[in-house]
């Protein structure tokens, strides 16, 4: 039931301001896919914006619950939630290694941890975002290791203007938010800053959590260049409730596992980013990020008085150069440094060194079309010890991976394109992936350091005009070799050593209907399974068949209005059933695991949620009100097939799930000023 989990540094950056942008209209919308501002219409991808009004109607108190609602991602996780802190988004369907194949950024500096962990989404006040980039597909060049299923890209307020704002919230469970936004420009020096504090009881026995955070920025102008300097520090405390054995729906959803009472996850994390830009020339543009980070977690498992604490930090170096040659196109091309740590209670440490240039060139072949082209090189390499007193290391590896892409983008209008484009993107393991659990349950280093996955994606897609429908679609085709992946019967990660395939189609759409009334859908359906070997044809676990999200929102007048949003995940396999089909025993014995497996081989069932909101703007008050999962639905984002442990001692190989929280009721208000 419990996975393998030597956590590591949790990444924080507030990074820099991006290039800025050449030949972009009033109207357009402008994004920072390809780490420079640059329109939309001259991207080569599926590209989602989610604006910082999106946010505010739908009242959410979490950024995972944002990408779910108005992105219509899938999110999962052990310990969600009404703050869905410990929860990883998916991108792609890589199921129970969603977080490692899924970069998360704030300002195009990657926040995603290098465990197997997802990022501490209690770093990033709900206020401070103006917009969410979403690229579904690749995104290697751009951002390197992990970025196989593609990026979300969380944008900060870094504008000029003044704002000052404070919302607060109370709801279900005594869960309670309060944030505050405090940003103004004096002559050429712009000072922000940003805290939040979030609590809730739990539903859940043993599901407490607090969290809290603050983050200063100053930013120094001169004329077009500017420097700036970013700090931040968060603290989070949330109890562990564990599992409930069995499939979906049995047992008690309510209660802590037996051997979860008392359980708890506390971390702190810190960092500080110096960064700037300078105009070299004309047409070229240098921007450089500096950052260290640095973590303190703790895992308390109280069964048998289990402590684990990490101690983790990083340093990462980024400049980037952006050359404009006019009608002969634009070059980006840049270099990027990262040296991460980590050390636990028990002196097993592990150090990432990693190396990489890269290119990206974008060349008008006419008016209206575009050829676009890019490059990475990265070079890792991994140190790792067991017992680091002798000074010996127990592994010692470098490897290194390629990433490309090459694309052809048709502009039909200011805001219709059609593009093609075929990509390779690749992920190194996570720290935390070079190590498993021997036949006693003791974390043990088993050499594992494995080989880089790689991903080769084919995309056509486009946006497109239907009236007065505005329609982002993409159809996409994803070869992935030598997956990273958790083996539960071997208790170690490894390299999957047969093929996958993903494939499927990305539709989203906003509908206009009248003056008041706008219709969003986003919708995923696809087909991951394996392509070879003994579970061929067979459905990668996690990996839902449909997801659909849906919302309404009506505008009553200039005041009033009201929404709701629906989402949809199908059913999918528990994780781990990657596993049951191999030859685990007799499947024929029914004392065997794989007999057993096999006869009680079943899927999370497929659920249905739906919020509903309402709120009401006087002058420089927004009040809300929302209410979730109004149906009561009971489900859970995850499940697994594993070894289970009994009370009293023993274990057994069984069914295990995450149930998620029921219905909810929350009241916010935000003054402006």
């Not at 599926?46 to 999110?75: A, F, Y």
């Not at 002969?328 to 209670?345: C, K």
């Not at 974008?362 to 017992?387: K, S, Y």
């Amino acid at each position: 039931m419990k996975k393998t989990n030597f956590a590591s540094l949790v990444s924080l950056a507030l990074s820099s301001q991006a290039f800025a942008a050449t030949d972009i209209q009033a109207d357009e919308i402008v994004v920072t896919t390809n780490r420079i501002h640059e329109s939309i219409q001259n991207i080569s991808a599926n590209v989602q914006v989610i604006t910082r009004e999106d946010i505010r109607e739908i009242n959410s108190n979490s950024i995972p619950q944002i990408l779910s609602q108005l992105g219509g991602l899938k999110i999962s996780g052990t310990s969600l939630g009404q703050f869905n802190l410990g929860s990883t988004v998916d991108i792609g369907s890589y199921g129970e290694a969603a977080s490692s194949n899924t970069v998360i950024l704030i300002n195009g500096q990657r926040i995603t941890p290098i465990d197997s962990s997802g990022p501490a989404w209690e770093m990033i006040p709900v206020e401070s975002i103006e917009r969410i980039e979403i690229t579904k597909g690749g995104a290697g060049v751009q951002y390197g290791n992990g970025a196989t299923g593609g990026s979300i890209n969380i944008v900060t307020n870094e504008n000029s203007q003044n704002i000052n704002r404070v919302s607060a919230s109370y709801g279900s469970f005594n869960t309670e938010t309060l944030n505050a936004l405090l940003q103004s420009k004096f002559n050429d020096t712009l000072f922000k800053v940003a805290a939040n504090t979030e609590h809730t009881n739990g539903w859940r026995e043993n599901s407490a959590a607090t969290a809290y955070m603050a983050n200063a920025r100053v930013t120094q102008f001169f004329g077009e260049n500017s420097v700036y300097l970013d700090v931040s520090g968060s603290h989070r405390f949330s109890q562990s409730p564990g599992g409930v054995v069995g499939l979906v729906g049995q047992g008690n959803t309510q209660a802590a596992k037996f051997n979860n009472v008392g359980s708890f996850f506390e971390g702190e994390n810190y960092g500080a980013t110096l960064g700037g830009i300078m105009q070299l020339a004309s047409n070229v543009l240098l921007e450089t990020d500096l950052a260290y980070k640095t973590a303190n977690l703790t895992y308390e498992e109280n069964y048998n008085g289990i402590n684990n604490t990490y101690t983790r930090w990083s340093l990462t170096f980024s400049p980037r150069l952006k050359m404009d040659f006019n009608r002969f196109g634009n070059l980006i091309t840049g270099y990027d440094f990262s040296h991460a740590y980590g050390r636990d209670n028990k002196l097993s440490n592990a150090a990432l060194i990693d190396n990489s240039i890269y290119a990206m060139y974008r060349f008008p072949i006419m008016n209206n079309l575009d050829w676009d082209a890019g490059f990475r090189h990265q070079v890792e390499e991994v140190t790792a010890n067991d017992q680091p007193l002798n000074n010996i290391p127990t592994g010692r590896k470098t490897t290194n991976a390629n990433a490309w892409d090459t694309s052809l983008n048709y502009k039909l209008s200011q805001t219709e394109k059609v593009y093609v484009k075929f990509n390779q993107s690749f992920r190194f393991p996570n720290i935390d992936e070079f190590w498993g659990l021997d036949s006693q349950w003791n974390r043990v280093f088993k050499g594992a350091v494995l080989t880089p996955q790689n991903d080769r994606t084919y995309q056509v897609g486009g946006d497109f005009l239907a009236g007065s429908t505005k329609i982002t679609a993409s159809v996409y085709h994803t070869d992935t070799s030598n997956q990273i992946r958790y083996d539960s019967f071997a208790d170690a990660n490894i390299n999957d050593p047969y093929s996958i395939e993903r494939k499927g189609l990305y539709l989203s759409t906003t509908s206009p209907i009248g003056e008041n009334l706008t219709v969003y859908t986003n919708s995923n359906l696809q087909d991951v399974s394996y392509a070879d070997g003994p579970n061929k044809g067979q459905s990668v676990p996690m990996a839902p068949h449909l997801l659909i999200n849906a919302r309404l929102n009506y505008k009553i007048d200039e005041n009033w209005s009201l929404g709701t949003v629906i989402n949809y995940i199908g059913n999918q396999y528990y994780a781990g059933a990657q596993d049951l089909f191999n030859n685990k025993g007799d499947p024929t014995d029914p004392y065997s695991v794989a007999y057993k497996i096999n006869n009680l081989f079943n899927k999370i069932p497929s659920y249905t949620l739906a919020d509903i909101y309402a709120s009401y703007k006087a002058n420089r008050w927004d009040a809300r009100i929302t209410v979730k999962n109004l149906a009561n639905s009971h489900y859970a984002t995850y499940g697994g097939m594993g070894f289970v442990t009994h009370p009293g001692g023993g274990g057994d190989w069984s069914y295990f799930y995450y149930p998620s929280d029921p219905r909810s009721v929350f009241a916010s208000m935000s003054y402006n000023f």
